[in-house]
């Protein structure tokens, strides 16, 4: 149905246009109305003419080893038999001409950071690479070493021996980026070289559930496989993150693409850079988004924060009196708006140096002051279980702790909570939901995530196996098969 527009009275025309200038000129006042009411940029081209020579395209081979079983018909290539004969390949099933190990070629994209030849990608570029190859837009190429890569970031740093200097990018703060703002991203994607695209930040950080140290900027300009470690720009030229992936179900843009923040990159660079790997903080915990039914438990006036579930024995954490139950909601004097970033903020964090949590506990808030530890991968298993659960079953779960039995009006005392369900997962399958309390696993009562880890070890791949849940006060069985 088609409303009409509402009719006003006629008035004499120069009050109303006297009232409308003065309005205008009051709003324009206020803070970033100005800036909203600014129009988009005229043309991306000078910012791309000047910023397209300090990306580069990447090629890698990596030998892939030739299956010997009749049951691999598509190989990686899925090349059918008709055209295998067509193009004289040998067929999987002649035993006269046993398949050969080949070497397959990817593409990605770089952003060059030094004038001397340093170059950024992401690590899912070059990991397994036997060579690199890294060409520039004046067509020179070059055979790139990695100095050094980090899967947690998904970032390496490589580096060629250039001729003459290089242009360079520059790091922008990512920290100061606004939902909104205008951004362009340079590429390779699908083999075409230097692909300029443009959007705006639709979000900030975002967490896809591949790891713990995620807070990735979303954005709707254009991002394809092949800009993977190609830069995104801001509109002073400034680098402001490195794309990274994309959500879709073809494998095609849908507008949706994901980068990893400058400032997050800056630093594993830095490191990578100095000594070849990685040194991360460590706190010790444990935790879990914090949703508005548990703000109103814990009489909270919005929910931020991230809730403490476990604290390690012995981890600063446990030495500076944090316990589960707790809601850690600043670092540093930095608001944990939202979960993913109390993670970041402490891997950031110098290993032996003083540090201060701010925490909401029983009504009240308290600061607790804590020396950093560095993280290794027994502690990374210990803190982070759902991570190591999302591979096989797509599930997150939590030790069920008093308060969050007493929030969620649960009255068991054991059991482990499920915290989310990825899409598409074995464990969505199956039918298991956000709030499930897990009681069993495959008839083994589990009274914690160590249980519930330690069981899951023990079960082989794309074997069936079964939950006893309990769900809205009623129980009952679910059943998955593991990938």
């Known amino acids: 149905m088609i409303h009409p527009l509402p009719t006003f009275p006629r008035r004499h025309p120069a009050p109303v246009f006297l009232a409308f200038l003065l309005m205008g000129l009051f709003l324009a006042t206020l803070p970033g109305i100005s800036r909203a009411a600014s129009s988009p940029p005229e043309t991306f081209a000078d910012l791309a003419d000047k910023l397209s020579p300090t990306v580069v395209n990447i090629y890698t081979t990596q030998v892939v080893k030739a299956s010997r079983s009749p049951h691999d018909l598509f190989n990686d290539r899925e090349i059918p038999e008709p055209f295998r004969r067509f193009f004289g390949l040998p067929s999987p099933f002649d035993q006269d001409h046993p398949q050969k190990d080949q070497k397959r070629t990817s593409l990605g994209s770089g952003v060059i950071i030094s004038k001397d030849g340093y170059i950024v990608t992401n690590n899912h570029v070059v990991e397994n690479a036997e060579t690199i190859n890294v060409r520039l837009t004046n067509f020179e190429e070059y055979d790139a070493k990695i100095i050094g ?18 242009p360079v990018t520059a790091f922008g703060d990512s920290d100061k980026l606004r939902v909104g703002d205008w951004v362009m991203a340079i590429g390779n994607p699908f083999g075409f070289e230097q692909t300029v695209t443009a959007g705006i930040v639709s979000g900030k950080g975002r967490s896809l559930g591949s790891g713990p140290y995620e807070s990735f900027i979303q ?23 490195i ?12 507008g949706i693409g994901f980068a990893i923040p400058a400032n997050m990159a800056k630093n594993v660079i830095n490191q990578l850079k100095e000594h070849g790997s990685v ?12 949703t508005p039914e548990l703000a109103a438990q814990f009489k909270m006036e919005r929910p931020i924060g991230a809730l403490v579930g476990e604290v390690s024995p012995g981890s600063p954490a446990d030495k500076a009196g944090i316990k589960p139950g707790d809601v850690i909601v600043a670092f540093n004097g930095k608001e944990i708006s939202q979960v993913s970033m109390l993670p970041n903020l402490v891997a950031e964090t110098p290993v032996g140096s003083r540090a201060e949590v701010t925490l909401y506990r029983k009504g009240a808030l308290k600061k607790l002051p804590l020396v950093i530890a560095k993280l290794n991968e027994e502690q990374v298993a210990q803190t982070e279980p759902a991570e190591s659960l999302n591979k096989r079953l797509g599930l997150g779960v939590q030790d069920l702790t008093p308060e969050i039995a007493a929030a969620l009006g649960i ?43 330690n069981e899951l070890k023990g079960v082989k791949t794309k074997a069936t196996v079964s939950f006893f849940v ?3 006060g009623r129980t009952r069985f679910f059943g998955l098969k593991l990938k």
């Open 470 to 472: 309990k769900r809205e």
């Open 243 to 254: 794309n990274s992936a994309i959500y879709s179900r073809s494998g095609g843009n849908i």
């Open 149 to 166: 890569r980090d899967p947690k970031s998904d970032l390496a740093l490589l580096k060629i021996a250039p001729k003459n200097g290089l």
């Open 411 to 453: 009255t068991d005392k054991h059991g482990v909570l499920v915290t989310g369900v990825e899409p598409g997962s074995p464990a969505a399958e199956a039918g298991l939901r956000k709030g499930d309390l897990i009681l069993e696993f495959n008839q083994r009562p589990v009274r914690d995530v160590k249980t519930f880890l």
């Open 279 to 290: 040194v991360r903080g460590w706190l010790g915990v444990m935790i879990q988004p914090v």
């Open 219 to 241: 954005t709707d300009a254009s991002i394809n496989p092949g800009n993977s470690g190609g830069p995104l720009f801001n509109l002073r030229g400034e680098m402001v993150g």
